[in-house]
């Protein structure tokens, strides 16, 4: 648990720093190329850190779903070849009332179940963030190494497949608005 608050706080670090901050150097104090995250917060983020991203200051999420389904999708937010003062593309989109409530239902019944941490932890990660009204209520699941199983029991791989089968479902149930 230790482990995911430290991963969690350094991507707060990240996505802070790459957002801008006032400084008294007027060189310095500049609006930052990238986008706010959006406001109000978002009900569900998901995102990936991509292997090699630790000196990139430019992570945001890949998806942000507000409580009424409203949907921003970044396609291009890990991008390789996107330069780290080129924002990422944002289209604006809704997801289906009946996965939104699965999602809510499935996100909190992987709060309950270990994801287990393989022994190759120096590649990517990938997040949902749910985080509703209540901050008490807040679910954070973090995968590290998804693509890897080294180390994992029987148990932990399978919630780390529910895992990506919930990431994959609300990526492809982005519907992008007309």
């Known amino acids: 648990m230790r482990v995911t608050k430290a991963v969690l706080s350094a991507v707060l670090l990240i996505v802070a720093a790459g957002?801008?901050?006032?400084?008294?150097?007027?060189?310095?104090?500049?609006?930052?190329?990238?986008p706010p995250i959006a406001a109000p917060l978002a009900l569900f983020t998901l995102t990936t850190i991509p292997d090699g991203w630790q000196a990139r200051t430019d992570l945001r999420p890949q998806l942000e779903?507000?409580?009424?389904?409203?949907?921003?999708?970044?396609?291009?937010?890990?991008?390789?070849?996107?330069?780290?003062?080129?924002?990422?593309?944002?289209?604006?989109?809704?997801?289906p009332p009946d996965v939104l409530?699965?999602?809510?239902?499935?996100?909190?019944?992987?709060a309950t179940v270990d994801l287990g941490v393989p022994t190759?932890?120096?590649?990517?990660?990938?997040?949902?963030?749910?985080?509703?009204?209540?901050?008490?209520?807040?679910?954070?699941?973090?995968?590290?190494?998804?693509?890897t199983t080294a180390g994992l029991g029987a148990e932990q791989?399978?919630?780390?497949?529910?895992?990506?089968?919930l990431y994959r479902k609300l990526l492809?149930?982005?519907?992008q608005d007309n």
């Open 19 to 34: 957002s801008g901050a006032a400084t008294a150097d007027p060189a310095l104090d500049r609006p930052s190329a990238l």
């Open 120 to 147: 190759a932890t120096d590649q990517s990660s990938r997040i949902i963030d749910f985080m509703p009204q209540a901050p008490s209520e807040d679910v954070h699941l973090v995968v590290y190494s998804p693509d």
């Open 65 to 95: 779903i507000f409580a009424d389904g409203r949907a921003v999708s970044s396609p291009d937010a890990v991008a390789a070849e996107r330069r780290p003062e080129t924002p990422p593309k944002r289209i604006d989109g809704h997801i």
């Open 157 to 165: 791989q399978a919630a780390r497949k529910r895992f990506a089968d």
């Open 101 to 110: 409530n699965a999602a809510l239902a499935e996100t909190e019944a992987l």
């Open 172 to 175: 492809d149930a982005f519907a």
